[in-house]
């Protein structure tokens, strides 16, 4: 039996204003026909299926096509669970009707723990794959808040939430497949926060849950599973060194900082409940490229870049010490008559000069929201014992803004 991990598909996102539908299109494409090719029984989507809890209606149209593609092929089941950038409302939606084509969708993360224990079967019935589907798991789901706790018995309760709900719907799994022979796999999705996670600047990675404590370990995944599938992080890695808990990445490049990475999937391949892993690289379907540094090295890499006559989309970031007026008509002039695209620069020398007032050695690249919270109660002179309560109320703002789920409506 062979299964597909992938996860944060990200349908929708645009990169500084270019709309990348056809880079989305490319890709799904290109894993109906990898399934085909490796004769793929499961599919698993970790999560982050859309880039918003919105989709625009080209997003929509791409995952209906792309999961009427698949269930006709080989791929026998489809298993995806939201992630945090998902609205859990908008994929539970059709969640009885997919379910009659052996798609199964997990969109909330407050169902009672046997509705995320799926029990797959092959072609003759039997059943071949047990599936703990666990989404997104958002704080309000798995902690009760109490009026008056700290941030720390928070962090406690969320933690101690997160590896309770992986005990009780592990175990639910164990005790199926103790009753329907024992050597069936039991397999774990999950769309989270390792510890040690490696992230890349500018990924789009958002922090799971309020401040730093989205960090779980890998410790919360018992020992009864044989594979868990993760998504959330767009660097494809393993976690603890452990060949078979993994993140699959991104697909796609999600912003310039990924752009020299290779992005995979993962084939599973399962003989009785031992894994075989092996990632599958995802081929380019845009190019990016970012080019560093001063006028002149900056000009000698976009005619570099123009002579291998291939589209490519240009992040520039000049670090010249000579302040430059017209630096984008001089890039746009360069890029005149070549298939190469620049759709951001970043002239560095000027936000420097505007930040030399505040500390001379940070950008405004550096700073994040936290940050810049932490600022304005050093500018205001906010007592020390006031701090810890107003920051951990700002970071529920926060996560409550990032998480908001709206009604889903179509878009363009």
């Known amino acids: 039996m062979k299964i597909l991990h992938t996860s944060d598909w990200h349908l929708g996102r645009s990169l500084y204003g270019r709309q990348r539908y056809d880079e989305f299109e ?16 499961t599919l698993l989507v970790s999560g982050d299926i859309f880039d918003n809890s919105t989709p625009s209606t080209r997003a929509q149209e791409l995952y209906y096509r792309f999961l009427g593609q698949t269930i006709r092929s080989s791929c026998r089941h489809i298993v995806i669970i939201a992630g945090n950038h998902d609205s859990p409302a908008f994929l539970d939606a059709p969640q009885q009707l997919l379910k009659a084509l052996d798609i199964h969708v997990i969109g909330h993360g407050n169902h009672p723990p046997e509705e995320e224990v799926l029990v797959l079967h092959d072609e003759y019935r ?14 309000r789901d798995i902690r009760p808040s109490e009026a008056g706790e700290s941030a720390d018995r928070k962090e406690e ?79 494809p890695q393993t976690v603890n060194h452990t060949d078979t808990i993994r993140y699959s990445g991104s697909p796609l490049p999600m912003g310039f900082g990924e752009a020299r990475q290779q992005k995979s999937v ?9 894994p075989t892993v092996r990632p599958l690289g995802v081929p ?33 970031i000049y670090k010249g010490a000579e302040i430059i007026g017209d630096l984008r008509e ?19 020398r000027i936000i420097d000069r505007v930040l030399e007032r505040t500390q001379p050695e940070e950008t405004l690249h550096d700073m994040d929201v936290y940050e810049v919270f932490s ?12 701090r810890p309560a107003l920051t951990a109320t700002y970071r529920e703002a926060v996560f409550s803004l990032e998480n908001d789920e709206r009604p889903a409506t179509q878009k363009d």
């Open 330 to 348: 001089q890039l746009e002039s360069a890029v005149e008559g070549t298939r190469l695209d620049i759709i951001r620069v970043r002239d560095q």
């Open 126 to 139: 039997n059943p071949e794959l047990i599936v703990c589907a666990v989404p997104y798991l958002r704080d």
């Open 266 to 274: 993962c084939l599973v391949e399962f003989q009785g409940t031992v």
């Open 26 to 41: 490319a890709f799904l494409d290109w894993l109906s026909e990898t399934i085909w090719r490796n004769e793929v029984s």
């Open 284 to 316: 380019v379907f845009q190019r990016l490229e970012s080019i560093h540094g001063d006028l002149d090295t900056i000009m000698a890499r976009i005619r570099e870049l123009a002579a291998e006559d291939e589209n490519i989309w240009l992040e520039v």
């Open 157 to 235: 309760k969320l933690l101690e939430g997160i590896r309770t709900h992986y005990a009780n719907v592990t175990a639910l799994a164990e005790q199926k497949r103790q009753e329907l022979g024992g050597d069936i796999p039991v397999v774990a999705m999950g769309h989270l926060f390792t510890a040690g996670g490696q992230t890349i600047d500018g990924d789009g990675v958002r922090e799971l849950y309020v401040g730093s404590i989205a960090h779980v370990t890998a410790g919360i995944f018992p020992d009864n599973l044989d594979y868990v599938a993760l998504g959330h992080l767009h660097v």
């Open 375 to 386: 600022r304005c109660l050093d500018a205001h002179d906010i007592p020390q014992e006031q």
